[in-house]
């Protein structure tokens, strides 16, 4: 069983190398020649790309590290009104997608809203006769993507504050370096890994979004791929753009593991949070208040509020027969591929446990590595493949038989959950793996030694102990999808729509509050997964065998596995 070449470690091998397919493609385009499409992006359009994305790359930076560092200090280490709750609250924004939060702000900051209105009002202004800050814009889409990415960078941070050793802490103070400077000097540079991977996730969003950027009007990577796409009607130059999005993604991930090569980072004792958190009183604990409820009130209660306004005074429209169709085949789509998902993480993780050899785990690795991977790219790498399979079958069944097969496979809802099963594989193999982890690997041998098969391991004693981590890792593939919108927008069947491209759509149209109820409906969806990883927060000092208190990461912190 252990061979490296019994069956089951080719099963491994085969899913890999399947859930690499679409990302191997893309990159197998850039060995094909260069065509005068790609020429003509080249002269004028590749550099405005590159720009763009640097400079929208840039800015998130700023923003997520500014917002995600200081709350997560400060709720980690400071005692101030209303930490408590804003320790939880801070993650709800992981809830609305970017596109969704860039649709709320134009419809209140464009000139025809209501914040604009309402100053028009008080102070008798026509048109041209003030100026405002242009949401859709460049800086406006860093402010909309820095709202919703800054968690990734507060969960990872704040979980390095709490694991800092109090002694270290305390040395600090003791040669005269005050909480805050002690927060700059040792807190600060001890917890740069989890910055920078946190840092990396959200960077890695950035790229991949498409509904924020195209709907304010930047030319970036994803929007480019998708005008190759729709407006040249060249997949080829479509490919070769995808596989130089995949570069991006592949120095992020990269410069992350150089930032720590050779550095060490250890702790040398556990921490109480209780007893280490030093009040703040007066003018510090209102600021340090206002500092963590600004990205709660703009991230989340602002744009939730807009969203639940639309849906009401849209409802006598909206919550019609059209609208169930939508959300029937939002929750079939994402209860599928959560299902599809969590075989596969079954299955691989199962067998990284049974065959715990370089070739096996390097297999697990392949295959999770699509969450890395912008929608826009799997989709262009799912839909040719497909495609050209279903044009090799449509031809011979003609030459053959006289009859025409259409499209069996790229335009159908296979394509659609085998692109979100390579996106989100990885979510679902993390939360696998965690629970895994947990069922000492005697338990295994005990049931072998009754004659057991590692099937009947698996059905009757690893299943039941990981109820709970199998059903969190369907929710959390089952949100994803929910919110994934590039991908549904390339592989979606004709005449097919689901809740996020029925929001892009209002959206574009300029319908915005026709965009409230669809919307509305994916943030409350979303808002299961922030709970539970609240909760995971919350509940994350064990006990070690040495007594030592420890606080893992949560599966969902670590669904990119951007470190190794």
Excluded at 33 to 58: A, K, R, V
Excluded at 240 to 250: D, E, G, K, R
Excluded at 421 to 444: C, E, H, N, W, Y
């Amino acid at each position: 069983m252990a061979s490296i070449f019994g069956i089951r470690a080719w099963w491994v091998i085969a899913i890999a190398v399947v859930m690499a397919l679409p990302i191997l493609v893309v990159l197998g385009f850039v060995l094909q020649p260069f065509n005068e499409n790609w020429q003509h992006l080249l002269d004028n359009l590749l550099p405005e790309y590159i720009t763009n994305s640097l400079l929208l790359m840039l800015g998130v930076s700023v923003g997520v590290l500014s917002m995600g560092v200081i709350c997560a200090w400060l709720t980690s280490s400071c005692e101030f009104p209303g930490r408590a709750l804003l320790s939880w609250t801070l993650l709800l924004p992981l809830a609305i997608p970017a596109y969704i939060v860039a649709y709320t702000y134009t419809g209140l900051l464009d000139f025809s809203g209501p914040v604009q209105g309402q100053m028009r009002v008080w102070f008798d202004w026509g048109y041209g006769d003030y100026w405002f800050p242009e949401v859709r814009s460049l800086t406006g889409a860093i402010c909309m993507l820095s709202l919703v990415l800054y968690p990734y960078v507060y969960m990872m941070s704040r979980a390095a504050f709490l694991e800092q050793s109090v002694s270290v802490l305390e040395a600090s103070r003791t040669l005269g370096y005050s909480p805050f400077s002690g927060f700059y000097s040792v807190a600060l540079p001890l917890a740069r890994p989890a910055i920078i991977t946190g840092l990396s996730l959200a960077l890695m969003e950035t790229l991949a979004d498409y509904g924020t950027v195209q709907y304010f009007g930047i030319s970036t990577f994803t929007t480019g791929i998708f005008k190759a796409w729709y407006g040249l009607d060249d997949s080829v130059t479509s490919a070769q753009l995808a596989s130089l999005l995949l570069t991006f993604v592949a120095v992020l991930i990269l410069l992350e593991r150089y930032s720590r090569r050779e550095a060490k980072f250890h702790n040398l004792s556990s921490r109480d949070v209780n007893s280490q958190r030093f009040q703040l009183r007066g003018r510090k604990a209102f600021l340090a208040t206002l500092a963590c409820s600004l990205p709660v009130i703009f991230g989340f209660i602002i744009p939730a509020s807009q969203l639940l306004y639309w849906t009401i005074t849209t409802a006598d429209h909206t919550f019609d027969s059209g609208f169930l169709i939508l959300a029937s085949n939002s929750l079939m789509l994402a209860t599928l591929s959560a299902f599809v998902a969590v075989c596969l993480a079954l299955i691989l993780s199962y067998s990284k446990r049974l065959l715990a050899t370089p070739t096996v785990k390097s297999a697990v690795s392949v295959a999770s590595m699509g969450y890395a991977i912008p929608g826009t790219v799997i989709a262009i790498g799912v839909l040719l493949p497909l495609g050209w399979v279903d044009d090799a079958l449509d031809q011979w069944l003609i030459s053959t038989f006289g009859i025409s097969s259409g499209l069996l496979l790229s335009g159908t809802l296979f394509a659609l959950i085998f692109a979100y099963t390579v996106r989100f594989l990885s979510v679902s193999i993390q939360a696998v793996d965690a629970g895994l982890s947990k069922i000492k690997p005697s338990m295994d041998d005990a049931a072998r030694s009754l004659g057991l098969t590692p099937f009947a391991v698996l059905k009757t004693i690893h299943f039941p102990l990981m109820r709970g981590t199998v059903i969190t890792a369907l929710l959390l593939v089952f949100v994803d999808v929910l919110k994934e919108l590039p991908a549904t927008l390339i592989l979606r069947p004709f005449n097919f729509n689901t809740l996020a491209v029925r929001a892009y759509e209002m959206a574009s149209d300029e319908r915005l509050a026709d965009a409230g109820a669809p919307a509305l409906t994916i943030v409350l969806v979303g808002i299961i997964p922030v709970i539970l990883l609240s909760r995971s927060i919350a509940n994350s000092a064990i006990k070690s065998p040495e007594g030592v208190k420890m606080r893992p990461f949560s599966s969902k912190l670590q669904k990119k596995a951007v470190a190794p």
